[in-house]
């Protein structure tokens, strides 16, 4: 199976996601993370470029992957047709890439993380709805599960802009679900069939499962660590994110996914995997 051709770098992201929990988890009793309510922006120091540049390039690689799939895999140089399976997959994968986006934008302008996860959130919610409204009657989704799922994005939203709602600190709430996001990596990398019969999409093509995997392995390793880094400082975020860009594009190139895109070569793989390892560097230099 397609798995079973790159099990190193898909452990290689588990393990990254494990050793991030743990490196975050405090080694003695401490007092509750509080994350400013004002003023985050200041946080990113003096480099506010970086930051709105990677917002930029997810928000717009977000917006073409929500908004327009086969549009965008054409862009890429792939001489195919989306099934509704991939059109679907697709979408997820853009409303990631809009959240990491939104979340950058909304905490260099000044937004609390809190609330600037609740931004972030949106579009996934936005997905499950369309999702329930649309995907479930063209394609075998498991409707149960994207309504759990949109009830559990919709809470994240509410506790997220009202800060925790007096129930929850804020700045461990973002942290709370940037681990809830890395432990759900762990059944797409050791149990994917089983992952996917859950969801109703079993049977998944080597392309699905490679959209997939990317989804929901690499991108939502860019998005916890950003949100699990972002208490201490944008820097590291923005480290974080490309971090887990890098990690995906090494795997394309690996696994030559670009024959399973039916694309000319892997040129488009090397271009961003050069770009995502220029940000986790410039972000760690500048942490």
């Given amino acids: 199976s397609f798995l079973k051709l790159q099990p190193q770098m898909l ?3 588990s393990v990254l996601a494990l050793v991030s929990v743990a490196a975050a988890l405090p080694a003695r009793p401490t007092a ?5 309510a004002t003023n985050l922006a200041l946080r990113g120091g003096n480099f506010p470029h970086l930051t709105t540049a990677t917002a ?3 928000l717009l690689q977000g917006s073409a992957l929500s908004f327009a799939p086969q549009a965008c895999t054409k862009a890429y140089g792939a001489d195919m047709e989306l099934s509704p399976v991939d059109q679907m997959m697709l979408e997820w994968g853009g409303s990631s890439f809009l959240g990491i986006g939104l979340f950058l934008a909304s905490v260099h302008k000044g937004l609390s993380l809190p609330k600037a996860l609740a931004v972030a959130l949106a579009p996934t ?3 499950c709805v369309r999702s329930v409204a649309h995907w479930t009657k063209t394609t ?3 409707a149960g599960a994207l309504k759990a799922w949109s009830a559990i994005t919709l809470a994240m939203v509410y506790l997220g802009w009202t800060e925790g709602a007096g129930v929850v600190d804020g700045g461990d709430l973002v942290k709370y679900w940037s681990y809830f996001m890395l432990l759900n990596i762990l059944p797409v990398v050791f149990a994917f069939d089983k992952w996917a019969d859950a969801y109703g999409v079993g049977g998944m093509t080597d392309r699905q499962r490679c959209i997939s ?6 991108t939502q390793l860019s998005s916890a660590l950003m949100l699990l880094f972002a208490g201490e400082s944008i820097p590291k975020a923005l480290a974080g994110v490309w971090a887990g860009g890098a990690l995906l594009h090494a795997n394309a190139l690996i696994g030559q996914q670009w024959k399973l895109f039916r694309q000319p070569n892997g040129m488009a793989s090397v271009f961003w995997l050069a770009l995502s390892l220029a940000g986790t560097y410039s972000g760690l230099k500048m942490s």
């Fill in 11 to 13: 452990r290689t992201a």
């Fill in 32 to 36: 509750p993370m509080r994350a400013p």
């Fill in 56 to 58: 930029g390039v997810f």
């Fill in 125 to 127: 919610l936005g997905v």
């Fill in 140 to 142: 075998s989704i498991n």
């Fill in 213 to 218: 995997v990317n989804n929901f392995v690499f």
